[in-house]
């Protein structure tokens, strides 16, 4: 009886050793990067230490893989142990009955049962005899004019357990098998992107076969507070392997701790980077862009540190950045960007440029403070087909509002001070997604004060109805700024009725907006109507530039050299000294 006799704890035995050497590797890396990458910056320049710089960047991603492989085999090793012991209790479970009855289970799975009974004719005990399994549990065949044995049925019974099990335990065997076989690395030094594409299929592999060990009991339907508190949970050894097999799921899930987040989401860009390698499609090309830029920054030791809570490749891309820690961090900003928005070369090095920006912003008024940059939702594209439409409509604001909330709530569920600051940063329609958070549930968790930059509006016409206060809500609007001057919807569809009426003087404008501080998505944030408070903003570029038409001016609130009076604001907000910013009055 091979799988009666088989000790899974020797399994486990050899997954432990397999978690030691991935812990040995991370720490290796950790190490690299944290105290080896860092006083060779600060203290070493030229090029030779330009060249030390990146061997020792390119080890620490070869400990990244050794840490990822290792990890698997851990999880592969102990999802066969915990499958294999499942069918073991089942075979005991048989053997344990068949013992109770007197009966003798053989090598081969029959199961031989006394005589009992009684016959029709002379009352004799029936005789004894032997089951075997014929595949169709409970299927006894008929007895004719002959009593049946009453253990003929019960022998049969635990027969096709018996059968079952050991067919259940092979077919566990053949999986594992298949998966451990393909768990290896390639002979060299160096762990190119290819590699890494490899490593992919690896993690995809364990996935589908240890998804019920592992997957389900991620508490995806739970609250950010729920899912902080399954984590503290875990033991030691339970994260490990979540974090090896589920670095995308962990690494998105709002609830757990930014550090955790940030090794595995470490791990999970690699991974995508490794799968987007080589594809000659232009979306995978502008993605995998993204994907090296952020790698570059974060590899790059920039400061404030930068912690990675979030990636992914759904819809036009996912990416967190945070500049700061927002776990320790007394002040926290959440940036969310709008129209054109995706996983791409550009948002990793302007919407990051602005979230870095933030926090140094902040940090120089108080030093406990960190700023994210938050692509967490699909915004607006122009160029998809649908860009113009969706734009121009609600949706996308009010998903993204659904999976801002859930953010925030996370932020605030791991947050260590007792009463954290937390903003929300919208941009351009980014500000309508803010807007429309605000209205779901009770309102955005745990935010204090909301700044709207470069805003055609936020789907409500008062401050006070974004519940935070209307003291605590800050718009900056710059003059040149085409966005924050759209048209209301009101004033496109009357002034299109009217407009033949006017050779006879009738102004649409003054019938569809009569205060003119209307917007497409409700009342202009920075009108006296609305209420907010508004802070000083350079005028921005003309909107005719040296080379033709120019919307500059929508794009330089968060930086300090091009409007340095925006910036210095929305550091003071972030940093809770929002009593300190500098006013401009109502548009």
Not at 118 to 136: C, F, I, K, W
Not at 202 to 229: F, Q, T
Not at 293 to 306: F, N, S, V, Y
Request: charged letters at 25%; one cysteine or more.
């Amino acid at each position: 009886m091979e799988l009666r006799d088989l000790k899974c704890a020797e399994l486990e035995g050899a997954a432990d050793g397999w978690g030691k050497s991935s812990n040995r590797a991370d720490a290796a890396r950790d190490r690299i990067e944290q105290q080896l990458l860092t006083g060779l910056r600060d203290t070493q320049e030229g090029e030779a230490a330009q060249a030390a710089v990146t061997r020792l960047r390119q080890l620490g991603r070869n400990f990244q893989y050794v840490y990822t492989e290792c990890g698997l085999l851990r999880t592969t090793l102990n999802s066969l142990a915990h499958e294999m012991r499942t069918q073991q209790r089942a075979l005991k479970e048989a053997l344990d009955d068949a013992a109770a009855l007197k009966f003798t289970v053989g090598a081969d799975g029959s199961v031989t049962y006394p005589a009992a009974g009684e016959a029709l004719v002379d009352g004799a005990p029936l005789r004894g005899g032997t089951a075997t399994s014929n595949g169709l549990p409970g299927l006894v065949p008929p007895s004719g004019l002959v009593a049946p044995n009453p253990n003929a049925a019960k022998a049969r019974d635990i027969a096709d357990r018996v059968a079952g099990a050991v067919r259940a335990a092979a077919e566990i065997d053949w999986r594992y098998a298949g998966i451990l076989r393909r768990l290896k690395a390639e002979e060299g030094l160096k762990v190119p992107d290819a590699t890494w594409r490899d490593a992919a299929g690896d993690a995809a592999a364990v996935r589908d076969a240890a998804g019920a060990y592992l997957k389900d009991a991620i508490p995806h339907d739970a609250s950010p507070a729920e899912r902080r508190d399954w984590w503290a949970g875990l033991t030691q050894e339970q994260r490990e392997e979540y974090l090896a097999v589920y670095p995308d799921q962990i690494g998105n899930l709002d609830g757990i701790p930014a550090l955790t987040r940030d090794a595995a989401n470490l791990d999970n860009l690699r991974l995508l980077i490794g799968e987007l390698e080589g594809r000659d499609d232009e979306r995978s090309a502008t993605r995998l862009a993204g994907l090296r830029e952020i790698d570059r920054q974060l590899g790059a030791g920039t400061q404030p540190p930068m912690f990675l809570l979030g990636i992914g490749d759904e819809g036009n891309g996912r990416a967190i950045v945070s500049f700061g820690n927002p776990d320790t961090a007394k002040n926290v900003a959440a940036y969310v960007p709008g129209l054109n928005t995706s996983l791409d070369e550009d948002f990793a090095t302007n919407d990051l440029k602005r979230a870095r920006d933030t926090a140094i912003g902040a940090r120089y008024h108080d030093p406990s403070s960190a700023a994210i940059a938050w692509l967490g939702y699909d915004a607006p594209q122009a160029i998809d087909g649908l860009g113009s439409a969706a734009v121009a409509l609600d949706w996308r604001a009010m998903e993204g509002g659904k999976s801002l909330n859930e953010f925030t709530a996370g932020l605030s569920a791991t947050n260590e001070n007792s009463d954290p600051h937390l903003t929300a940063i919208g941009h351009s329609y980014g500000s309508r997604t803010v807007g429309a958070a605000t209205q779901q549930g009770d309102g955005i968790p745990g935010v204090d004060d909301i700044v709207l930059v470069g805003s055609p509006g936020v789907g409500v016409d008062r401050a006070e109805d974004l519940g935070v206060g209307s003291d605590h809500v800050f718009v900056g609007s710059a003059e040149n700024d085409v966005v924050t001057t759209v048209p209301s919807k009101r004033e496109v569809v009357v002034g299109a009725a009217l407009r033949p009426l006017a050779p006879f003087g009738v102004d649409a404008g003054d019938i569809a907006d009569p205060g003119n501080d209307d917007l497409w998505f409700g009342k202009d944030p920075a009108s006296e109507a609305f209420g907010a408070k508004r802070f000083r903003v350079d005028d921005g570029p003309g909107l005719v530039g040296p080379v033709g038409p120019s919307i500059a001016a929508h794009s330089q609130y968060f930086d300090p050299k091009r409007d340095a009076a925006s910036a210095s604001n929305i550091g003071l907000i972030v940093a809770g000294r929002s009593s300190k910013i500098s006013s401009q009055e109502y548009r």
